[in-house]
Nanobody, 115 residues
C-alpha cells in the first residue's frame, strides 16, 4: 500500500516562496516517477512538474525557472520549491506517484498567493 502526505502549503504574498513536501510510504516509491499537480479553483488539475527515480525533471512551461522539483529517495520524500509565486497559482497542490497507467494521489495542500 502506498500513502502520500503533502505538507508545506499556506498563504504567501505574490513574489514570495514556499516549499512543499510529499512524504511517501511503500517500497515502490523509490523506483517510480513522481510529480506535482495543482488544481486552481474552478479549473482542471494540471501538471506542474515530474521527477524520475534518477532525478530527471520535467516542468510545465509556466513554472520553468521559478519552481524546482527534487527528491530524497533515502527519505522517500519529494519536494517542490516554489519561488516568485503569482496570484493565479493559488490552487490545491497534489503529489502523485506514477504506477503504470494509474498511480496514487495525496490529499493535497492548499497554496494561496495574495496580490
Amino acid at each position: 500500500q502506498v500513502e502520500l502526505v503533502e505538507s508545506g502549503g499556506g498563504l504567501v504574498q505574490a513574489g514570495g516562496s514556499l516549499r512543499l513536501s510529499c512524504a511517501a510510504s511503500g517500497s515502490i516509491v523509490r523506483i517510480n516517477v513522481m510529480g506535482w499537480y495543482r488544481q486552481p479553483p474552478g479549473k482542471q488539475r494540471e501538471l506542474v512538474a515530474t521527477i524520475s527515480s534518477d532525478g530527471r525533471t520535467n516542468y510545465a512551461d509556466s513554472v520553468k525557472g521559478r519552481f524546482t522539483i527534487y527528491r530524497d529517495n533515502a527519505k522517500s520524500t519529494m519536494y517542490l520549491q516554489m519561488n516568485r509565486l503569482e496570484p493565479e497559482e493559488t490552487a490545491v497542490y497534489y503529489c502523485h506517484l506514477y504506477v503504470g497507467m494509474g498511480g496514487y494521489w495525496g490529499q493535497g495542500t492548499q497554496v494561496t498567493v495574495s496580490s
